[in-house]
């Protein structure tokens, strides 16, 4: 069998709210080095170099965002840096890129992955999205990493699997975001993996999905792949893409095309278990780092000193931190900021956020 | 009756290790702008401007800090603010002020003053003062300030008082920190006074009494003020002395000429209201500018936001500070450092500073 063509298609349109201070709109999460020396898109790219060449990658970001990870991303090819003219989700973000590529490649496989998480095991996912990326190349398939729930995470949307078959599970059914009480039923049963973002299909078959269940939106996109390469690209991208449906994927879809049953359908689900972490908040950045457990204090800083201190997350470049009798706290300091609070309260951070938004701190954002 | 001469002797030697990372060797407690704009020796100096002019201010302190003060304190005389050359404790210090103005005008009253408490009714506390320079001014008299204790505390001398003589309290005795039960006992008696370190005493009276109970002392003492004025002041100075006793003038002169008996030692306790505080953490601080209450938080910085947050401290100039979720914190910025700890537990910043002492971070220092 020959080795399908890979076109990862990264979405880098998200702000990362959670990340303030840290994060703002023009320097959002994605293009944070959070993790290590490089920045989270840099990661995603990087973990995935060996499956493409570097002509292949789209990425799908925002206005605010373009400049910086065109930068960041020196080796991709600048024109397949886009940024939406206006953001309409994932089902246009992706849908344009299949339409490009069915125009020259009908039988390409397109990845769609997110640009902001941190995957620990960059071999085995690689050996994941091969196998998926070949089993995407095969007929109308469309394949959805699954990833093993650890929790009864309230967050994340949900797929229902049904029987094996060729090696990887059928899907039956998408969830989106269930309470708590269904999440904890969802985890009991084993039958359900969490469904993080990831999907990998031919150009084609994503394609004629649109056509079938988003038809306006295809028909715009068409428009636009059409002028794709052509000076005229620009313009027709701006004037037709804002007419698109704002709507994801997962929706637009995965979960319609769900609702033929698991056979007719053709969705598999392939469980991935390859240390992923959407990190999403400055809670699951301590955990990151933190390998010796909740109670350890991670410093990002020139270094540190605790006397009877315990799993704080301090973040101060370049400075002396001193933690005195404190746990479980989050401390972000920037050039121009300085967030004090908990490791249970970090994901209010995001509520944070907006409050600045109305109080108008344009500055803060 | 005339006015008394006043030559108030600001004593500013300490470290106010407490307030790191603000305070450090050559920027200690008393050079910070911690309560206003102001440094706390410039409050100091200030305070007590109206009752003497400047020609008459000493200030000692040690080779860390004497350029920023002399700096701090322009319109004072160069040559009166001395740094020790060993740290001596406050006999020699005040004794040394004595010996000399002894010479010129020997009826002249010297008031020790700390350089580092905070006093909000400066007014009042100028009327004390006066009243208490006017009966060290008689005799040979000695007057010790008073503050009305309001809690048990340990870390601070006490003052016994005896009978009301001429307006005044005779003093019995002085305690140094006593334990807590012993402090509770004094605080129900209300015959004990807090000794803020504030005296008041005739340069005859206290060169007299530092000849009878500190005679070595005394004789390089007298050695070193002849030198006053002459070129040789300096070599005389640095050479005798770190010769002479390294004791506080509490212990040397008050408690020993105490034991005299309350009538003989002519020892008196004016009793002093004038929101005085020691400022002796950044709790204390906290107290002194939450003007709402503990619950309030206290913002040092540029703007700040809190959500469901009280009774935090955070010192972040220039910054925007957000606190979420968090009660009652101590977060301090510095150029090169960032302290994170509780009210409760700012105590014990003296502790984190004598940790970075035996590690040697000299620049932390």
């Known amino acids: 069998v ?17 990340f303030w201070p840290r994060s703002r709109k023009r320097l959002a999460k994605q293009v944070l080095a ?10 995603t790219v990087a973990r995935l170099a060996p499956l493409a060449p570097a002509r292949n990658f789209w990425v799908i970001t925002n206005g605010a965002l373009r400049s910086v990870i065109a930068r ?18 994932t089902a246009p973000a992706i ?49 959805v990493m699954g990833l093993k729930p650890t929790r009864p995470e309230t967050g994340y949307g949900y797929v229902e699997v049904g029987a094996r078959r060729k090696g990887v599970l059928g899907v039956k059914r998408f969830t989106e975001k269930p309470d708590r009480r269904k999440a904890a039923r969802f985890l009991a049963t084993g039958r359900y993996y969490w469904n993080a973002g990831m999907f990998l299909w031919s150009a084609r078959t994503l394609a004629n999905a649109l056509r079938e269940h988003l038809p306006a939106t295809a028909r715009h996109l068409e428009t636009i792949a059409a002028a794709w390469g052509a000076p005229r ?9 804002p007419k698109c449906e704002n709507i994801s994927v997962d929706y637009a879809v995965l979960e319609r095309r769900s609702r033929k049953g698991e056979r007719r359908s053709k969705i598999y689900c392939i469980p991935a278990e390859f240390g992923w972490s959407d990190l999403g908040s400055w809670a699951a950045l301590h955990e990151h ?12 800083a020139a270094s540190g000193l605790a006397l009877e201190a315990h799993g704080n997350y301090i973040h101060a470049p370049g400075k002396f931190v001193a933690a ?25 951070v995001g509520k944070l956020v907006k409050e600045l938004e109305r109080r108008k701190l344009h500055r803060l954002l």
Do not use: C, W
Request: glycine content about 8%; aromatic content about 6%; overall charge positive.
């Open 2 to 18: 020959a080795r399908p063509r890979l076109y990862p298609v990264i979405l880098a349109g998200g702000r990362g709210t959670r």
């Open 34 to 43: 959070l993790t290590g020396e490089r920045t989270m898109i840099q990661e």
């Open 72 to 89: 960041q991303l020196g080796k991709l090819p600048r024109t397949q840096i886009l940024a939406e003219p206006a953001a309409r989700n």
């Open 95 to 143: 849908g344009l890129a299949a339409f490009i590529l069915e125009r020259t490649d009908p039988s390409a496989v397109l990845g769609l992955f997110p640009a902001d998480h941190v995957i620990s095991n960059a071999k085995r996912f690689r050996a994941t999205v091969a196998r998926a990326a070949a089993i995407a190349a095969a007929g109308e398939n469309i394949v």
């Open 233 to 241: 690209f620009a313009s027709v991208y701006r004037r037709l893409y």
């Open 289 to 300: 780092h933190a390998r010796a457990g909740v109670r350890a204090n991670v410093f990002d």
């Open 324 to 348: 005195v009798g404190v746990e479980d706290l989050v401390v972000v300091e920037t050039r121009d900021a300085l967030l004090v609070t908990t490791r249970g309260r970090s994901q209010d």
